[in-house]
Antibody, heavy 117, light 108 residues
Framework: QVQLVESGGGVVQPGRSLRLSCEAS????????MHWVRQAPGKGLEWVALIWFDGSNKNYADSVKGRFTISRDNSKNTLYLQMNSLRAEDTAVYYC??????????WGQGTLVTVSS | SYELTQPPSVSVSPGQTARITCSGDALPKKYAYWYQQKSGQAPVLVIYEDSKRPSGIPERFSGSSSGTMATLTISGAQVEDEADYYCYSTDTSGDHRVFGGGTKLTVL
C-alpha cells in the first residue's frame, strides 16, 4: 500500500534553514508528481509546492517562492523540501502528498516545523 | 494571487442535505476538488474533477460546478461527516495550486 513518511521537522530559529524529507513506498515513485502542503496550527491547508514526476518542472506558492526548494531523488524514492530564511509564519505541519485524480491524493501524516527564537 | 472563497461554517441536522460552496474566477476553466479533514487527521479526497468520487467515498457525497462556483453536496449528512472541508483548484496558468479557506461542517 502507498506509504509516505515525512521527517526533518523540529524547532528552528527565524532566518535559519531546515530540510524536510518524505520517504515513499508501495508504488513506483518516479511515475508520480508530488506535492508539499502545510497547515499552520488551527488554520487551513496551504499548498506549498509541486514537482513533476521526473523533476523537470517545479511550482511554488508565492509565500515561499525564492526561499523554499522542492526536489526529489527517484533513486531513493524520496521527496525533499529545502526551507531557507524561515519565518514565524512558516510554522506548520508539513505534509507530502502524491498526486492522483488530478490533485494531492495520498498523504503522509505530516511533520511539525516550529520557527521560534 | 489566486483565491478560492468558502463559507467559514455550515450547519445541518442529521439526514439533511449539506451544501458547501467554493467560488473562484478560474473555476469555469479549471476543475474543483474537495477534501475532508477530520480533527488530527490528514485530508481525504472526496470529490475530484468537479463531480467524480474516488473509490471508497460514500455515494452521499457529490459535486457540481457552474460558472465561477463549485458545490460539494452531502445528501443525508451523518454525524460522522462532521469535519473541515476544503476546495482545491489551480489558477488559469496552471502554475499555482490553491486551497480554499475551509468550511467547518457541523452535523447535530
Amino acid at each position: 500500500q502507498v506509504q509516505l513518511v515525512e521527517s526533518g521537522g523540529g524547532v528552528v530559529q527565524p532566518g535559519r534553514s531546515l530540510r524536510l524529507s518524505c520517504e515513499a513506498s508501495g508504488f513506483t515513485f518516479s511515475n508520480y508528481d508530488m506535492h508539499w502542503v502545510r497547515q499552520a496550527p488551527g488554520k487551513g491547508l496551504e499548498w506549498v509546492a509541486l514537482i513533476w514526476f521526473d523533476g523537470s518542472n517545479k511550482n511554488y506558492a508565492d509565500s515561499v517562492k525564492g526561499r523554499f526548494t522542492i526536489s526529489r531523488d527517484n533513486s531513493k524514492n524520496t521527496l525533499y523540501l529545502q526551507m531557507n530564511s524561515l519565518r514565524a509564519e512558516d510554522t506548520a505541519v508539513y505534509y507530502c502528498a502524491r498526486e492522483d485524480h488530478g490533485g494531492p491524493y495520498y498523504w503522509g501524516q505530516g511533520t511539525l516545523v516550529t520557527v521560534s527564537s | 494571487s489566486y483565491e478560492l472563497t468558502q463559507p467559514p461554517s455550515v450547519s445541518v441536522s442529521p439526514g439533511q442535505t449539506a451544501r458547501i460552496t467554493c467560488s473562484g474566477d478560474a473555476l469555469p476553466k479549471k476543475y474543483a476538488y474537495w477534501y475532508q479533514q477530520k480533527s488530527g487527521q490528514a485530508p481525504v479526497l472526496v470529490i475530484y474533477e468537479d463531480s467524480k468520487r474516488p473509490s471508497g467515498i460514500p455515494e452521499r457525497f457529490s459535486g457540481s460546478s457552474s460558472g465561477t462556483m463549485a458545490t460539494l453536496t452531502i445528501s443525508g449528512a451523518q454525524v460522522e461527516d462532521e469535519a473541515d472541508y476544503y476546495c482545491y483548484s489551480t489558477d488559469t496558468s496552471g502554475d499555482h495550486r490553491v486551497f480554499g479557506g475551509g468550511t467547518k461542517l457541523t452535523v447535530l
